[in-house]
């Protein structure tokens, strides 16, 4: 079992920064490859970023690429997303989640956290 908490959302101007945080709980994070999702009010839940077991290997949604960076520390047990270049349609909730495939589909990941609001002003 695996628990999530994020953290490190927040109000935003375009063009602003946010570094968000997921923090796990239990000894076994390195045995998980960690995603970042977001969904902005009525649409879907959607990909963002997912970071392999030992953060080796990287993939971005292209809508983030070049903007976001995700990371991690399994010595922290915590995983990052690190948000750079906001525009107003990064508005959302970005969760975390956790997964022993490292994959793109929100439907294969295992553990969620419960969200943090990121809103971008125009």
């Known amino acids: 079992q695996v628990q999530l908490v994020e953290s490190g959302g927040g109000l935003v101007q375009a063009g602003g920064s946010l570094r968000l945080s997921c923090a796990a709980s239990?000894?076994?994070?390195?045995?998980?490859?960690m995603g970042w999702f977001r969904q902005a009010p009525g649409k879907e839940r959607e990909f963002v970023a997912r970071?392999?077991?030992?953060?080796?290997?990287?993939n971005y949604a292209d809508s983030v690429k070049g903007r976001f960076t995700i990371s991690r520390d399994n010595a922290k047990n915590t995983a990052y997303l690190q948000m750079n270049s906001l525009k107003p349609e990064d508005t959302a909730v970005y969760y975390c989640?956790?997964?022993?495939?490292?994959?793109?589909?929100?439907?294969?990941?295992?553990?969620w956290g419960q969200g943090t609001q990121v809103t971008v002003s125009s």
């Open positions: 989640a956790a997964s022993l495939i490292f994959s793109v589909l929100a439907g294969r990941y295992d553990y």
């Open positions: 239990g000894r076994t994070f390195n045995s998980y490859a």
């Open positions: 970071i392999s077991r030992s953060g080796g290997r990287t």
